[in-house]
């Protein structure tokens, strides 16, 4: 008789699971694609983290299939991003190269955790700084994502907010928010704890702060408190506040207004996307709107 290892069952049930999230992550990236990749498109902005290599796959199949002479150019979001955007043969070009005025077509990112009005957070692997100037440098941003991320209000499931900060201001930074009703802000480690701080692209630290889950826009409407009393914040006031901390280069809260929103303004890109596709565990795919023009509605 074969006699299993006590762990045997949990690695089967895990594995099962994490080929459903990839296959979810897979399916969302195709569709993505499908619906916001013109291929005459000049400058498309590429994010970081797991999701993304299936949209840039996707991408890559799309030029191969019609054929297309390529000439678009690729905008990265840090090192992992542009090793993606290399490893598939297409044209990465520096966020600082593109020419003034210049609007990217489209920009597809992950995200950690996406709320019911198109907040996000982003951050998880490291990535905020230059995927948020991706995105507002962009007509629209476009989040890739699996079920997990799908939440009605952020901080339900993912734990705390990244924060990319000034390695001699980490201790400050963490004082002031603790100020905030932070409970157990931490600096976070690299894989080898004994090696110290995971540095980002910019060699700054991450500061990942625990807060209660974040009040959107239609809860301050509504009359709930968003202002920090007992440690409840709606999602922009508290982006702003820790914005204005000494130290932070930039928080992993993408708030306010999408591309669709600021153009209709006469400005230009968004931090919040214009739609987040999410792979769902029975091999389908949610999508979440902004309509083109309007503030708050989802479609
Ligand atoms: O820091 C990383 C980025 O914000 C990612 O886009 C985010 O963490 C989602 O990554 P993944 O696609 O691996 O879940």
Redesign the pocket.
Known sequence: MEILPANSRPTTSRAMTTNLVEEAKRLAGIRAVSEHFDPSARYVGI??????IYVVEAIKEVIKQRNITNNIQFVPTGYQSRQVIVDAGLTPIAFDSLPDGVMLEVAF????EVDEELNCI???????FQ?KLVATRAKKFVCV?DYRKNQSRLLTSWPSVPIEVAPMAARTVITALRALGSPAPKVRSGILAKAGPLKTDQDFFIVDAPFKPLLTASDVRNGQDGSGKDGVWDIETLCQKIKMISGVLEVGLFVGKNGYETQAEGGQGGQKPVAAYFGMADGSVEVRRARPGTSLDIV
Do not use: N, V, Y
């Open positions: 994010g970081s983290g797991t999701t993304i990112d992950g995200a950690d982003k951050g998880g692997g490291a990535c905020l995927e994502a």
